[in-house]
């Protein structure tokens, strides 16, 4: 989709402030998906190019805790399989769902990615409270495979939310420090965001100069995040993020 070379400065500033929130406090497709359908893509297009264009941070991440990784092979064995199919499902529904159908879940799905937003910290809060005891449980269970797997599915059709849905399924189904499921949940999310956007590729759906703009924005703006973090508080980022998604979902509400 051909657009102005103004509208990729704004899409290109999106994802510059959104790479500047998830290095900080998350939330960024808050930001992206709106833009991205403010300058005229459709619902699933946009969807799909942020996905795409998402896949480096998810990467970045992950490789930012590959070391608390390295003791958990066997989970990482049982649930990146689960992810990788979670996520390709997910995608294969938003592709099939149609534009009508997705267009009427969005403001449906960025007002439920803002509610895990807001929860995200007192999740974590929980998640120390609970692992306190010291004990580690390896154990991958049939529970665990299923919610992974649920919410891998989520993550391929929308994405939005999808580390704090992992994290608080983790957190539920394993016991362990919050150091270590926070690792598992970067891989998990790398796994399912990864997988959608391979079958993305073959779609027709990807903007691809969108995608690369933001690609390259979102690592600016990430490394800028990342440098600044220790300045800026986590929580009032994290809840102005929460206030423009109610805000975006309103809108589309009304419209």
């Given at each position: 989709?051909?657009?102005?070379?103004?509208?990729?400065i704004?899409?290109?500033?999106?994802?510059?402030?959104?790479?500047?929130v998830?290095?900080?406090?998350?939330?960024?497709?808050?930001?992206?998906?709106?833009?991205?359908?403010?300058?005229?893509?459709?619902?699933v297009?946009?969807?799909v190019?942020?996905?795409?264009?998402?896949?480096?941070?998810?990467?970045?991440?992950t490789?930012?805790?590959?070391?608390?990784?390295?003791?958990?092979?066997?989970?990482?064995?049982?649930?990146?399989p689960?992810a990788?199919?979670?996520?390709?499902?997910?995608?294969?529904?938003?592709?099939?769902?149609?534009?009508?159908?997705?267009?009427?879940?969005v403001?449906?799905?960025?007002?439920?990615?803002?509610?895990?937003?807001?929860?995200?910290?007192?999740?974590?809060?929980?998640?120390n409270r609970?692992?306190?005891?010291?004990?580690?449980?390896?154990?991958?269970?049939?529970w665990?495979?299923l919610?992974?797997?649920?919410a891998?599915?989520?993550?391929?059709y929308?994405?939005?939310?999808?580390?704090?849905?992992?994290?608080a399924?983790?957190?539920?189904?394993?016991?362990?420090?919050?150091?270590?499921?926070?690792?598992?949940?970067?891989?998990?999310?790398?796994s399912?965001?990864?997988?959608?956007?391979?079958?993305f590729?073959?779609s027709g759906n990807?903007?691809?100069?969108s995608?690369?703009?933001m690609?390259?924005f979102?690592?600016?703006?990430?490394?800028?995040?990342?440098?600044l973090?220790s300045?800026?508080?986590?929580?009032v980022?994290?809840?102005?993020?929460v206030f423009?998604?109610?805000?975006?979902?309103?809108?589309?509400?009304?419209k």
């Amino acid at each position: 989709m051909d657009l102005q070379w103004f509208e990729y400065i704004f899409i290109g500033l999106a994802a510059t402030i959104a790479g500047f929130v998830n290095a900080v406090a998350g939330g960024g497709t808050l930001i992206t998906f709106p833009v991205l359908t403010a300058v005229g893509l459709p619902a699933v297009m946009a969807n799909v190019t942020n996905t795409v264009a998402l896949c480096p941070g998810y990467f970045g991440a992950t490789i930012a805790q590959r070391k608390d990784l390295l003791s958990q092979k066997k989970r990482l064995w049982a649930l990146v399989p689960v992810a990788i199919v979670g996520g390709i499902v997910g995608g294969i529904l938003l592709l099939n769902s149609g534009e009508k159908l997705f267009s009427d879940l969005v403001p449906f799905l960025i007002l439920l990615a803002s509610i895990l937003l807001a929860i995200g910290e007192p999740l974590k809060k929980w998640l120390n409270r609970k692992n306190k005891t010291g004990l580690v449980e390896k154990q991958i269970s049939f529970w665990a495979l299923l919610f992974v797997g649920l919410a891998a599915v989520y993550g391929g059709y929308f994405g939005a939310g999808l580390s704090v849905i992992v994290l608080a399924v983790l957190g539920l189904v394993l016991q362990d420090s919050l150091t270590k499921l926070n690792a598992l949940k970067q891989a998990v999310a790398f796994s399912v965001n990864i997988a959608a956007a391979i079958f993305f590729l073959f779609s027709g759906n990807v903007d691809w100069i969108s995608a690369a703009v933001m690609a390259v924005f979102a690592l600016i703006g990430g490394t800028l995040g990342g440098k600044l973090a220790s300045r800026i508080s986590p929580n009032v980022l994290r809840w102005t993020v929460v206030f423009i998604g109610v805000a975006v979902s309103i809108i589309y509400f009304l419209k």
